[in-house]
């Protein structure tokens, strides 16, 4: 906090509980975990994200109980509305688990839900993640992460990679489908997240992916060049 004051003026802050599954445990677990954010005067949000086959009314209830003093919001890992896709990444949950999950969530007013979604899925053609994003656009969402697949250390993907069963997206692939994503997007959707980042010690590929800034740059060149934007197909 005391970082992005300096960097980024800025004053208020959100807590998100990011890493692992953060509605996995008990509810009096839950509860001593979240109301760590009360120590500091300047968060005024809670973000969590969490999977949508973790997820239940007592838990939403529990974060409901926020609204009073913070702005709330839940991220479910969504990845794919294929469930093809959902089994052979061992999601271990399908789609209408998903659809559940959001449906359950839109019945607590103040809780604003995002998806996360991963461009390059295995087996995955630019018509099915085009479909993913017809999909979403339809449904009662506040904002979307979007992430490009890639390989870390001591996975299953990487033995994949390694034995020649894995093609990932080209930094050029991955910004044609992005655009033509974004397009399908209505524009009140908050898109959180454009491209993904890993630790440099644990990626195996693509090294294109911490190329962060060098991408946004491009994508933005691309966007005003061929006058597009979020939303554009929407109608």
């Not at 300047?42 to 994200?49: E, F, L, M, Q």
């Not at 089994?87 to 969530?105: C, G, Y």
């Not at 209505?186 to 992916?209: G, M």
């Amino acid at each position: 906090m005391q970082f992005t004051r300096k960097r980024y003026k800025a004053k208020k802050f959100i807590a998100y509980f990011q890493s692992f599954t953060n509605t996995y445990a008990d509810l009096q677990t839950l509860c001593q975990k979240y109301n760590q954010i009360k120590g500091f005067e300047d968060i005024v949000g809670i973000s969590v994200s969490t999977r949508p086959d973790c997820i239940n009314k007592e838990k939403l209830d529990l974060l409901a109980k926020f609204n009073k003093d913070y702005k709330v919001y839940i991220e479910y890992g969504l990845q794919s509305i294929h469930d093809k896709t959902l089994k052979k990444i061992n999601r271990q949950h399908n789609f209408k688990t998903f659809t559940d999950a959001l449906k359950l969530t839109k019945q607590y007013e103040n809780i604003y839900p995002a998806a996360h979604i991963i461009l390059g899925l295995p087996g995955e053609t630019k018509k099915d993640m085009l479909t993913t994003a017809k999909t979403l656009a339809k449904m009662p969402l506040w904002g979307l992460k979007i992430h490009c697949l890639h390989v870390v250390k001591d996975t299953a993907l990487e033995q994949e990679y390694y034995q020649n069963q894995l093609k990932l997206l080209s930094q050029k692939e991955y910004l044609n489908i992005l655009i033509d994503f974004l397009k399908l997007i209505p524009k009140d959707f908050v898109i959180l997240r454009l491209v993904s980042d890993a630790n440099p010690s644990q990626l195996i590929a693509p090294k294109w992916l911490n190329q962060k800034s060098k991408v946004l740059q491009k994508l933005d060149k691309r966007l005003e060049k061929e006058n597009i934007w979020q939303g554009k197909l929407v109608g």
